[in-house]
């Protein structure tokens, strides 16, 4: 079967231009050959801290910008180097869902003007047909119908984003990208979300990409993992594997600063040093190796390719095999 | 135990707006010891930070403490009640940002982009001790040294904007050192951050208490946080205070709904892949439209019609040191 979404070796880079002439001076390489698949009824979630790419990632494959190099195979078919009118049919297949439920919903427009203009634009003029759909999404979302005609200041954030994500199924995507879409909800509200994403995946067979910084919300909605750092992808994995047996040091790092709800399981944490490398002057050799408490000479000199570990476990490391490496423990009772 | 530094005694802070009065903080009272941490933990609007802001007497306009008090024992053992001091009283400013540091949320809009974080601590050092400017600035080089900033002595000449997201919120902690407080309030400290840099300041608070014997009080809405930095707890919802108590009493025999329901509804990178999460039903209501009784009985599943709709819950005392305001622990029935 072929995957919804095929990335290969995928290039993002940004030029640097300076003085007058504004001549080119470097390159921001945000994203620096990333590849990865996701199938029908399949999340991945691409994780990292901030400036590591998984932002301009997702930004390249909703060909919101146009990737350096590299292929992005949509249903079998590669839109890298796409032109905006051949991308047109494509776009209503592929929906985003936003991290901000305040400022993604135009605060002019009813709700269901902003969940039926996707219909609308595409063709379905009809209006009762139209609001007929309408309908049949805030259900799928649930909220009640009788709030078509309200605006969006009306909604607590959790219903805004709700509504936002009928938006994005109203024209049967088949793949969702979410950018942090619950980071700026309320603990007891992110829950609600990050249920209602499980069950409308498991009801339509939705592929969907999943960009996060935060691991907790990461483990619970997605069945691969993938993990970034300035500009690539250092870790990919099943959720369980990645959490149980990491093989990379910064993804031992990062699950290790994740605090745990439990002040009894208060652990002696890794904390990394310094921060991120600037993707613009990124170290030699493996861009983590300054940070890396495992690192030697060799790791300084020589860039690690991305190896196959394990079937579906990818780690790009020189040293993977020599080091032991923790791991988030279940807890004891 | 020593007597606390900082007492809350039933505080309310209200919000009078054209649409209506918003009681943002209604009825808190907790005390706060030197060397231990609090944490305050809730919601969008449960009144966390105004309870913060009223300690420090920065509450913005239409927004005044209607009543209680805020007893700081000062270092010569007189106490001050905070709620009775003019706001902009010579008193007050001494206090603020001298006995009481404050750390913000965000480091980026706290920060002034026009001035050196150098120029910016020298101010806020001889605001609270007379000391010449060159005094002043080997103490900011001194501070940005204690708060683990590599090269202070360039980086005091450095914009805020210069510096990445870890080294702001450490330049904010230098800064509500600068008065040498005894106590240090820190609102979402590392909600901006990334965890990995969450770990550093989170640990580089601890490492600052300990060597100082700081009071800290922690205010954050993730429980994550809390479970790793608390000694005391008080968790919030809609300005009230529904349960207080030491931090594993909270985690491990919570007595509120809410705060069983808050712990069940966390995401733990403890859970199974894929795993549904419990929920607590509805959202949090709009502050005009708050509920009567309980504020949390439309969302509560154990609520007792004709109860807790209609009378508020009194607090219950639950062994020693943990509380909790719900009409199950008094005993009531439907």
Redesign the interface.
């Known amino acids: 079967m072929t995957p919804v979404l095929d990335v290969r070796s995928l290039r993002k880079h940004f030029p640097i231009r300076t003085g007058m002439l504004g001549r080119v001076s470097g390159h921001v390489k945000a994203v620096d050959d990333v590849s990865f698949t996701i199938d029908r009824g399949e999340t991945l979630s691409l994780v990292g ?2 400036g590591c790419g998984k932002t301009t990632t997702s930004r390249c494959i909703l060909r919101a910008i146009a990737p350096t190099a590299g292929e992005i195979l949509f249903q079998g078919n590669d839109i890298a180097q796409l032109q905006r009118k051949d991308l047109r049919p494509l776009r209503r297949q592929m929906q985003m869902i936003f991290q901000d439920p305040f400022s993604s919903l135009n605060p002019r427009m009813t709700i269901s003007e902003i969940i039926g203009e996707p219909l609308l634009v595409n063709g379905m003029t009809n209006n009762a047909e139209r609001n007929a759909r309408v309908a049949e999404l805030l259900t799928l979302v649930q909220l009640p119908t009788a709030y078509m005609n309200r605006f969006p200041h009306a909604f ?4 805004r984003q709700r509504i936002g994500i009928a938006r994005a199924l109203a024209l049967h995507p088949s793949l969702i990208v979410a950018d942090e879409p619950v980071s700026a909800l ?7 979300i ?2 209602l994403l ?1 069950e409308l995946q498991d009801r339509l067979g939705l592929a969907i990409l999943f960009v996060a ?5 990461v ?5 691969r993992v993938a993990v970034m750092y300035v500009g690539r992808i250092v870790e990919l994995a ?3 594997t990645l ?1 149980a047996t990491p093989r990379h040091p910064y993804t031992e ?14 652990a002696s ?1 890794i ?2 040093e310094g ?2 490398a600037d993707p613009s002057n990124p170290p030699t050799g493996c861009h983590f190796h300054p940070r890396c408490r495992y690192a030697t000479d060799r790791c300084k000199v020589e860039t690690p390719p991305l190896v196959e570990v394990a079937p579906g476990h990818a780690v790009r490391c020189l040293r993977t095999d020599e080091i032991a490496l923790g791991s ?1 423990t ?2 004891q009772n | 135990m020593a007597d606390p530094i900082l007492s809350v005694r039933d505080l309310h802070t209200h919000f009078f707006a054209d649409e209506g009065v918003v009681r943002a903080v209604d009825g808190t009272s907790f005390d706060l010891f030197a060397g231990q941490t609090l944490g305050i933990v809730g919601e969008s609007g449960c009144g966390k930070s105004v309870t913060a802001r009223s300690i420090l007497r920065i509450v913005d306009r239409p927004g005044r403490i209607v009543s209680g008090e805020i007893l700081l024992r000062r270092a010569d053992g007189s106490v001050t009640d905070m709620v009775k001091l003019p706001a902009d009283s010579r008193e007050a400013r001494a206090i603020r940002g001298g006995e009481i540091g404050l750390v913000f949320q965000e480091p980026m809009s706290s920060l002034s982009a026009f001035h050196t974080i150098g120029n910016q601590l020298i101010e806020a050092i001889r605001l609270h001790a007379s000391l010449s400017k060159k005094q002043a600035r080997a103490r900011a080089i001194e501070l940005l040294a204690m708060v683990g900033i590599p090269r202070p002595e360039q980086r005091v000449d450095a914009y805020s904007f210069e510096l990445s997201g870890g080294l702001r919120q450490r330049v904010m902690v230098a800064l509500a050192l600068a008065g040498e407080p005894r106590i240090l309030i820190a609102d979402e400290p590392t909600t901006a951050l990334d965890v990995t840099t969450q770990a550093q300041i989170l640990e580089l608070i601890r490492s600052l208490q300990r060597e100082r014997d700081l009071a800290v009080i922690l205010i954050t809405h993730d429980m994550g946080v809390i479970a790793e930095m608390a000694d005391d707890v008080v968790v919030m919802y809609l300005g009230k205070e529904v349960e207080k108590g030491p931090v594993d009493a909270i985690f491990h025999a919570p007595n509120h709904p809410y705060t069983r329901a808050l712990l069940r509804s966390i995401p733990s990178i403890l859970a199974e892949p894929r795993e549904k999460l419990a929920t607590i039903a509805g959202s949090i209501p709009h502050p005009f439209a708050r509920p009567n009784g309980c504020p949390f009985h439309p969302r509560c599943s154990e609520t007792l019609p004709g109860v807790c709709d209609t009378q508020v819950p009194a607090t219950v005392q639950i062994g020693e040191r943990q509380a909790a305001a719900c009409h199950l622990l008094s005993g009531k029935t439907a």
């Open positions: 801290e901030s607590s954030g959790g219903q309320d603990v007891s509200v992110q829950a609600q990050v249920n499980i910084h935060d691991l907790s919300v483990k619970h909605v997605s069945h099943p959720t369980r959490f790092a990062l699950l290790s600063a994740v605090p745990v709800p439990d002040p009894r399981r208060r944490r904390v990394l921060d991120v988030v279940p807890p």
